[in-house]
Structures are given as structure tokens and as C-alpha cells.
């Protein structure tokens, strides 16, 4: 029998139909499915894992925080342990009716890892290198039918890499974890999370935060004007722009505010050719997914599902170059059809497809491309939303240029020179499928040098200098591979995690009290941690693994000894950082004041984890009040007018937020019917 190892259940569903042309018997072991079916005469099975189906992690007698010190764990070799203890034993027994075994994981670090460790659990280590590698971009028959036909070996280095990444962030999340949350006194579910990707790139959050704060605002003045030929309104503004000396804005402006007419002393116009966007990487779809509302993970989420049902390629890849072997044509004719069909015709009817070209060419993974024709009925609109996006992103990527007519004109009123411009489309080219970016046209009258036009109002308008824009999340992502942090498959995730462990809150992401402390404090006392050079020098160390140029020993011994040298820093300074970090997270635990005793109410935790109130004086005073357990909340500074409680402001997910009084029992709220909220 042949086994075949997928990476999830839904892969493994797929790959069984596409090579049994859907003859296919499902059998069940506890909560495994396995895909038993027939395969060029042979029996064959597939399953499909949850992902890593073993976890590193320290021996159990290094658990205890209190009891080992944070500097043992450096030096200290991770054992692997089964995690998914549902899949193991299937998995075992399977491979040993096995005669031969087939990796079929996502084709990357992660996956090559993954697979590797499945076949180390199954078979021994020793048997990875007779496994059989399939390799695909996509979950289409094409692709999956080739990657059979033309299989390779398991890449060791490749996922070697994968494993040193796990190594090192497991040593220096933990070391540095540990530190930290015992310096600060943050023990339990209130500990203080520290990671070689994740501190970077709160730093870049935290630093923008603080480029916000010291931000002083500048006031300046705009002249503006609306002027009038046959009939049509059109705006204009004073040449000079943005004039930060008020007193000469004002004298500039008494000089045209009363003045009837404008001379039209010139015009010009010039076309404008757009290039057609470049294929999508990872960075790029996330990016213009994230701009319609999309959170990061929720989009990689939705990705990840329409590359294993086969609609799209492989979501993961830094690729910008659409790859010689991949069929262009074929693929548009496939979505020749519904809100697409025009679009491919126009592309189907040159003799030649010339597709865009960006700059970075890898030869793992296409860019990302639809793979099949589907509609919103059969995935839902969420899905269909990110679908949509990718085709069209792929179709504009084949399309002819844009072309746009900008007319500049400058009018003269009473000597003072406005500008005005005007944009108008004149072939819409690859714009007229890729919708998500739009040209604002702003069509001007004929006006001919020489002649005059009404002036019908002119303002002066006061303004003061914006502070600099929080990093969107698709931009934080950008900012991430700019400076080397992360990989494609990761860094969403880190984004994530600095949400769930409340670094950071808000959309754009903005850091909470704790990540500020966090962050500041460790700037102060071992910045190495906060810089992206040190993390990016070692994702650079294990690019050159999985190309086989550099060993899993050298780079470890050189993260255990920068690591060494930060955490001797961090021990000279252990009782500073430990104090500023408390000092800050004590006003941000600070809910209010108690009305029995006028002492602070502070945010704690149960035993059991749970959330909720009480005064610091417990248990000399015994006030308290429950919390909802999900959900972000926020603290108003506010009293109740009838039971003297903090007002607090809760969110709920779709709907909008509303403050209330914490007391459950508080008058008010029992007046207006409102339930306690848990």
C-alpha cells in the first residue's frame, strides 16, 4: 500500500479524488479520516495532519518559572513531543501496512518540515530520505496529477531551516519570557511575552506611537478657489500652496477675495500612460486585501481555504514573476465567463500575453494566480470578496495600460496665480477589470488662453500639519519585509499574536500600555532585542540553510550566544526594567476607584484564569465586579451618577460599542433591564 501524508484533512480529501478520479472510501479512527482508494493498480491511502503534528518544547523539569532560572534554558537541547496524540497512532499504524510513503505537504519550510516530522514519527528519522516528495503550487488535477508523476525527495535542508527557526524563537522566547515576567512580577495568565520576530516589530508600533505623541501640529493656510465657464464649476488653489506664514496669507488674500474675474493664462495637457500592476506576492495580496477591510489573519485564513479547495495557488510565495511553465492562456479561457468574460475576450483575442514582471523571481511558488472559475453562490460572499480580488489582480496583469488625459491650467486673478487640474480617463485598459483602483476624474470646461472666467468664491482656509499615520496592518506587513522580520508564512501571524497577547489593540494597531511598557523598557535596557538587524541577520542565516550553504549547529551557536549577551545586559539591569515595566502596567490594570473605600479597582485574574474587578486593598475590602470574558473593554475614567462604579465602555464583535456601569446590580442598569454581561 502507498500512504500519502497531506498537511490538513481538506488537502488530503482533495488529492485522494483528483488521483482516483473521485473513487474514493472514507474511513474513520476516532476523529481520523483516512482516503482509501485505488492508484495506478495499487492500494493507496491518504491522511491529512493538523499541521505540526510534533511540538519542541524544554523537558518538563525546566517548567517551573520560579525555580529555574531563565539562563538555563540557552544552552538547553528542546526534545520533540507529540501533539496531536489523536493522529500519531493512526498515522504509525498506517505506515506500517505502508510499502512506500508520499510527503505531500505545502511545498516550504514549514511544509517540508512538517512532513519530515511525519515521516521521522512514522517510520524512524533515518527513513525521510527514501520518502517520495511531491511538489505543487496548486491543488488543481493538472498540477497535483504532474507533481505525482514527477516526484523528488524530501528536502532535508529546507526543513532543517523550518527547525532551527522553531529552535531558536523556543529558546529566546522563553528565556526572554521568562525574564521579563518574573522582573516584572507578571506571572500566570498576566505573564509577559517576549519573542525574537514579535519585539521588533511591536517596536515599530511603539515607535510610531511615540513619533504621534511628540508630534507638535503647525498651523498653515491654503487659498482656495471655485471659478465658473458656460456653466461649470471647477475648483482651483493659490500656486503657492501651503503658506505657513499667516499675515502673508492674509495679504495674498485680500488681494483676490473681491475680484470678479480670472484671466486663463495657460494651459497644457499631457497623457499619462499606467502600466498594469505586477503579480501578487504574499506582502502585495495582503496588502490590498487589508485595504478593504480585512484583517491580516482572517485573510491568509480565507487564502489558505481557497488554495486547498483548488481555486487559487499556493497563497505563500514572494514570487513576482508569473513562471515560464505556467499555462497563461488556458487559464484565462477558463474565466472567460460571468463578471469576467469581457475581460479575458479582450486578452484571448491578441496572438501574444504579455504579463507584468515585478522584481523579486523565485522558483519555489508562482505568484499568486487563480487556479479555477468559481462563483459567490458557491463560496459565500467573504470568500468570494478575496477570490475576486485575485482574479482580477491576475486578469489586469495580462491587460494593455491605462491612459489618462491631465490637463494643468494656471488662471490669473488680480495678479495672483491658481492652479487648476483636471483628470480624464481615455482608455481605461487594465483598470476596467482591476476595480479596487479607481481614477477620480475631475473634468474641466474648454478654456482657451487668453479669455476670462467668474470667479463665484474664494476662501481662506486655515489648517494645522497632520501627525504621521499609524501602520496600517497590510502596511505593517510591508514595513516587516522591508526590514527583514519574519517570513511570507509568518508574518501575519506575529501580528496576530501581538493582538491575542494585548500588546496591541485598534485598527490601525496601536499599542496598549503593556506593549508601550514592554517595549520602552527594553529599548532602554537591551535594545538588541527591539532592533530588526539581529532577527533579519538570522532569517538571512536561514535562507542560506535551506540552501544547503550554512548547518543548523553554526546558527544556533550563534543565536545562543546573542542571546547570552542580551540576557547579561538585561541582568545588570533586572531591577530597573522590572520597575518600570510594573510601575506602567499598574495604571493601565487601573479600572476606577472603589466607592466603598476610594481606593483603586484593578483588572485580575482568578485562579481559573477568569477576568474581572476588585479593590487593592483585598481583602481588607471586599468590592468587586464580574468582567466579560472575550471581548476588548476599555475604562472611561468615569463614576456612575447612581451607585459611584467605573462606567465602562464594552465592544462587541459587529456591533457598536456602548458604555455602561460595571456594577450589575447598579440601579440604573436594572431600571433599563440591562443583563450582566459575562
Not at 485505488?38 to 495532519?49: K, N, R, S, V
Not at 535594545?527 to 542560506?544: G, K
Request: aromatic share 6%; with cysteine; proline share 6%.
Amino acid at each position: 500500500m502507498r500512504l500519502i501524508i497531506c498537511e490538513k484533512d481538506n488537502a488530503a480529501k482533495r488529492i485522494s479524488g483528483i488521483l482516483s478520479d473521485n473513487n474514493v472510501k472514507i474511513e474513520k479512527k476516532g476523529r481520523v479520516s483516512i482516503y482509501r482508494f485505488q492508484w495506478e493498480g495499487e492500494d493507496a491511502c491518504t491522511i491529512g495532519l493538523r499541521g505540526h503534528i510534533m511540538n519542541l518544547d524544554f523537558p518538563k523539569k525546566y517548567n517551573s518559572w520560579t525555580s529555574v532560572d531563565p539562563a538555563s534554558l540557552v544552552d538547553l537541547e528542546p526534545v520533540k513531543v507529540l501533539s496531536e496524540r489523536s493522529i500519531g497512532p493512526v498515522l504509525r499504524s498506517l505506515a506500517k501496512e505502508s510499502s512506500s510513503i508520499y510527503v505531500a505537504t505545502d511545498y516550504d519550510r514549514e511544509g517540508e518540515l512538517i512532513g519530515a516530522e511525519a515521516v521521522e514519527y512514522a517510520v524512524g528519522k533515518e527513513m525521510i530520505k527514501e520518502a517520495h516528495r511531491a511538489r505543487f503550487s496548486s491543488l488543481t488535477p493538472s498540477d497535483v496529477t504532474d507533481a505525482f508523476h514527477q516526484l523528488v525527495k524530501v528536502d532535508e535542508a529546507l526543513a532543517s531551516a523550518a527547525e532551527t527557526r522553531q529552535v531558536m524563537d523556543l529558546i529566546w522566547g522563553a528565556t526572554l519570557t521568562r525574564f521579563i515576567s518574573l522582573a516584572s512580577n507578571r506571572l500566570g495568565h498576566d505573564f509577559l511575552s517576549v519573542g525574537r520576530v514579535q519585539s521588533p516589530t511591536l517596536a515599530i508600533i511603539v515607535n510610531k506611537e511615540k513619533q504621534i505623541k511628540v508630534f507638535k501640529p503647525k498651523p498653515y493656510w491654503n487659498i482656495e478657489g471655485d471659478f465658473e465657464e458656460d456653466g461649470m464649476v471647477f475648483p482651483g488653489s493659490h500656486s503657492a500652496g501651503d503658506m505657513f506664514d499667516g499675515e502673508k496669507a492674509k495679504i495674498v488674500y485680500t488681494r483676490v477675495e473681491n475680484v470678479g474675474k480670472a484671466e486663463v493664462v495657460k494651459v497644457s495637457q499631457k497623457e499619462k500612460v499606467e502600466k498594469p500592476p505586477i503579480p501578487f506576492s504574499t506582502t502585495e495580496f495582503i496588502k490590498a486585501a487589508n485595504t478593504m477591510g480585512v484583517s491580516v489573519s482572517r485573510v491568509m485564513s480565507i487564502a489558505e481555504d481557497l488554495y486547498t479547495k483548488g481555486y487559487i495557488s499556493y497563497p505563500r510565495t514572494d514570487n513576482t514573476v508569473y513562471p515560464k511553465g505556467l499555462d497563461i492562456r488556458k487559464t484565462v479561457q477558463a474565466l472567460a465567463q460571468g463578471p469576467y468574460r469581457i475581460s479575458a475576450d479582450s486578452i484571448l483575442e491578441g496572438s501574444s500575453i504579455t504579463p507584468t514582471r515585478g522584481k523579486k523571481e523565485t522558483t519555489d511558488h508562482p505568484p499568486i494566480y487563480p487556479t479555477a472559475y468559481i462563483t459567490k453562490d458557491q463560496i459565500g460572499p467573504e470568500k468570494y470578496r478575496l477570490y475576486d480580488l485575485v482574479v482580477r489582480r491576475f486578469l489586469a496583469t495580462l491587460m494593455e495600460p491605462s491612459k489618462k488625459m491631465i490637463k494643468s491650467v494656471k488662471l490669473d486673478v488680480n495678479g495672483e496665480v491658481f492652479k487648476v487640474s483636471g483628470i480624464r480617463m481615455i482608455y481605461p485598459g487594465w483598470r476596467s477589470v482591476y476595480t479596487m483602483s479607481r481614477v477620480k476624474e475631475s473634468i474641466l470646461p474648454e478654456l482657451v488662453e487668453g479669455s476670462f472666467v467668474d470667479v463665484k468664491d474664494i476662501r481662506l482656509e486655515s489648517k494645522e500639519t497632520k501627525p504621521p499615520k499609524r501602520f496600517s496592518q497590510g502596511g505593517l506587513i510591508q514595513e516587516m519585509e522591508r526590514l527583514g522580520l519574519g517570513t511570507k508564512s509568518t508574518r501575519h501571524e506575529i501580528i496576530q499574536k501581538l493582538y491575542d497577547r494585548r500588546y496591541i489593540d485598534d485598527v490601525p494597531p496601536r499599542p496598549t500600555l503593556s506593549g508601550e511598557a514592554l517595549i520602552l523598557s527594553l529599548e532602554n535596557h537591551a535594545s538588541l532585542i527591539c532592533e530588526p538587524d539581529m532577527t533579519s541577520r538570522l532569517d538571512e542565516d536561514m535562507e542560506r540553510i535551506s540552501r544547503g550553504d550554512l548547518s543548523q549547529k553554526k546558527v544556533l551557536e550563534e543565536s545562543r550566544e546573542m542571546l547570552k549577551g542580551v540576557l547579561e545586559v538585561m541582568e545588570r539591569e533586572k531591577k530597573a526594567i522590572g520597575r518600570e515595566i510594573s510601575s506602567a502596567l499598574m495604571i493601565q490594570d487601573i479600572a476606577g476607584t472603589c466607592p466603598r473605600c476610594n481606593n483603586d479597582l484593578l483588572v485580575t485574574r482568578s485562579m481559573r484564569g477568569k477576568r474581572y474587578v476588585r479593590c487593592s486593598k483585598h481583602p481588607n475590602c471586599s468590592r468587586s465586579y464580574p468582567l466579560p470574558q472575550r471581548g476588548k473593554i476599555d475604562f472611561t475614567k468615569e463614576s456612575c451618577t447612581a451607585c459611584k462604579s467605573p462606567i465602562v465602555t464594552f465592544y462587541r464583535r459587529g456591533k457598536p460599542p456602548y458604555n455602561a456601569c460595571i456594577n450589575p446590580k447598579c440601579p440604573l442598569r436594572t431600571a433599563k433591564g440591562e443583563s450582566d454581561e459575562k
